[in-house]
């Protein structure tokens, strides 16, 4: 019992500890790789020293300490970065000498950057988009190979590989370990806050798979949105981000109905939505905008999800303050997609006649050829307008296009209420 309860505390450690862990060991090294490599090590040394001797009273600085003996036998090893490895006999002198306090205050002292620096380093344009998101839950969130895999329903030997690619790539590259900054840093901002939002948008409305939302991405997400938050106090669009995410995961309890059906946004029950999460995601709104970003993608996307937060029915939702945000985020940040959310508001602003004529513009976007959303919406508005046939093949359309098991019913059953209607 004893054992598994120090395995149980090894887990919980390792959870909070490695992000700070690894990116110690990055700024270090200069490799996320190795980084990452002696961060295991020290895992390893830690499992099977602490069920024997219990666990440390500061289980990071260990940690920490226990890594910076292997790198500097791994530079002994391959008998280079002489100088490297006398900078780093001398911290790890420093972190034998002092007491578990002191050490976690100098690591502290340098832990912010290194984290924003893993970060940036996880979310580089170099990697493809899989790989950003995956490198990122692996560094970051401390996710085993096997969670991520599960998490996005792909095969772990792909999630490996994936892995292992993406830490060549970066080494092979030479992609340095900093935070960017001046007009780099506007450039691959966009990336690390686009990374950050698809973890989240995969919890909050799964791709594929049996479960309408996988609430662990949404909650490894939140977590990331309010690290960068603290680390990039006066970067607008990072609190739009954490905003638009905050107030989102305020709905999930109202998402799905007891046995785990779909509910949508009309039809929820708002007293279920967790009001601690719109107040930060309200704040996080009010701090972007106060810092002059209240017009970036993100922001624009958070004052839409506000509208909805601050109706306490459906009925008072206004419908064309949104429309307005959606022609502005529209002409900021164009694309086939919010022109199809700014159709269903202009609907619900002035009526399905109006909605429609902008869905039917959209009609043969090749980039919505296999989006499910577009039939699922033409249907919505065309039942609305009584042509109930036409409805019922939307829905259709919709339902075999969706990967999603519970997507998939409700779209079916929405297509066999309105052919009962027609």
């Excluded at 601050?310 to 064309?320: E, G, L, Q």
């Excluded at 997507?407 to 209420?417: G, I, K, Q, T």
Aim: with cysteine; aromatic share 4%; proline share 5%.
């Amino acid at each position: 019992m004893a054992s598994d309860a120090v395995g149980g505390s090894i887990d919980a450690v390792w959870r909070i500890e490695s992000p700070r862990l690894i990116a110690g060991l990055a700024r270090l090294t200069g490799d996320v790789g190795v980084a990452e490599d002696l961060a295991q090590d020290a895992l390893v040394a830690a499992l099977e020293k602490w069920p024997q001797s219990g666990v440390p009273d500061n289980p990071g600085a260990w940690l920490m300490a226990t890594a910076k003996h292997r790198a500097i036998d791994l530079f002994r090893r391959n008998e280079r970065l002489a100088r490297k490895q006398e900078e780093l006999a001398h911290d790890v002198g420093l972190a034998l000498a002092m007491d578990g306090a002191d050490l976690d205050a100098a690591l502290d002292d340098e832990i912010g950057d290194d984290l924003l620096a893993l970060i940036f380093t996880c979310c580089h344009p170099v990697l493809s988009t899989d790989s950003r998101v995956t490198l990122t839950l692996r560094m970051l969130g401390g996710l085993t190979t096997e969670e991520i895999a599960r998490s996005f329903l792909t095969a772990e030997p792909t999630i490996a590989q994936r892995i292992v690619r993406a830490k060549r790539t970066l080494g092979a590259t030479r992609v340095p370990f900093e935070v960017p900054s001046g007009e780099e840093l506007a450039e691959r901002l966009p990336s690390v806050l686009g990374v950050v939002y698809l973890i989240f948008n995969e919890g909050y409305a799964a791709t594929a798979g049996d479960d309408w939302m996988r609430p662990g991405l949404t909650d490894e997400a939140l977590r990331l949105g309010r690290i960068l938050a603290a680390l990039a106090p006066d970067e607008p669009e990072v609190h739009g981000l954490l905003a638009l995410m905050e107030i989102q995961a305020s709905r999930m309890r109202a998402r799905t109905d007891a046995v785990g059906n779909p509910v949508l946004l009309l039809d929820q029950d708002r007293s279920r939505w967790d009001p601690l999460l719109i107040r930060r995601g309200l704040a996080e709104l009010d701090r972007a905008q106060q810092l002059g970003g209240g017009l970036g993608p993100y922001a624009l996307q958070a004052a839409i999800a506000a509208c909805h937060a601050r109706a306490r029915v459906a009925d008072d939702t206004d419908w064309a303050t949104i429309a307005a945000l959606y022609d502005a985020l529209a002409q900021l940040s164009p694309s086939p997609v919010v022109e199809l959310n700014r159709a269903v508001a202009v609907s619900m602003a002035f009526g399905p006649a109006a909605g429609l004529e902008l869905v039917d513009q959209l009609v043969g976007e090749p980039s919505l050829e296999r989006y499910h959303l577009l039939p699922s919406v033409c249907g919505d508005l065309l039942a609305k307008l009584g042509r109930h046939d036409e409805a019922r093949a939307e829905f259709e359309r919709a339902a075999s296009l969706t990967q999603n098991a519970r997507e998939r019913a409700l779209l079916l059953e929405r297509a066999a209420v309105s052919g009962g209607s027609g």
